[in-house]
């Protein structure tokens, strides 16, 4: 049995999406996603389950922190789950004074909130499930969790499928050690992180590396080196497999411009092929390749 570290404590989103991504398996919640990679570098896990971004909020920048820095770890698989929140209470009810969440949910609720409990303050907590247990504790009066929190912490639904947005989505990534990556199938995605030097420039040559090779972007994020002002290491994300022979070919030119560190290949999630255009396709990578050996071998061209 693999034991699997997810962002916790129970009762959270990333707990659903670690039981899509490794059912059957040993769950253990930590009680940040750094401590969740971490456990994965030191051994005490074989693999952690971390939100990587929400369709309505964005990126979760602890990840790619923790993904950016300290020893490699590489996404080898990755889910999306439809975000609807429950509003849970203690027993009995009660006048709802305070109401706390992840600032994430509390984002992606703020209109049912100012509709349904106008007069409540909004706390911040560090995940929706450590708000369920603050309110256990006498700590706030109703917390804003994922649905399967009601599994784990004796209170009641007040509210539930609760969504300013009805279609957000969370996707969340299986991350571990290197090692041997899932087989291409066709519909996958490639993640890097590119430390450029900061000149006029840089983000666009990165970009037209991948562009002239019909190579197409699903999510470019920026965050601070750390070291000097105006310094950022590039988070991209793109369509294809790192042992398709086009990926290749442009993974090697971005290497030649900058510091690159490779964050996995798997399949997506949403499982949309890539449109490839015109000669920008593998066989033609291969197709090129070889005429290359033939004119070294003095074949001819």
Known sequence: ???IAYFGPQGTFTEQAARALAPGEDLTPYETVRLALQAVREGVADAACVPIENSVEGVVPTTLDGLSAGEPLVAVAETILPIHFSVLTRPGGGEIRTVASHPHAL???REWLEANLPGATVVASSSTA???VGVLEGQYDAAVSAPVAIEHYALEELATGVADVPDAQTRFLL??????LPA????????????AVNRT???????????SRSINLTRLDARPTRNNFGEYRFFIDFEG?????????AMTALRRRCHLRFLGSHPRADAVAATIEPGAGNQDFVDAQAWVDAVLKGEGA
């Open 107 to 109: 984002a992606q609720v």
């Open 130 to 132: 450590s708000a369920a």
């Open 184 to 195: 291409p199938t066709g519909a996958d995605r490639t993640s890097i992180v590119a430390a």
């Open 175 to 180: 991350c571990r050690r290197p090692g041997e």
């Open 241 to 249: 497999h790192v042992a398709e022979p086009r990926i290749v070919d």
């Open 1 to 3: 049995m693999l034991r």
């Open 201 to 211: 420039g840089t983000l666009s040559e990165l970009l037209a590396e991948l562009a």
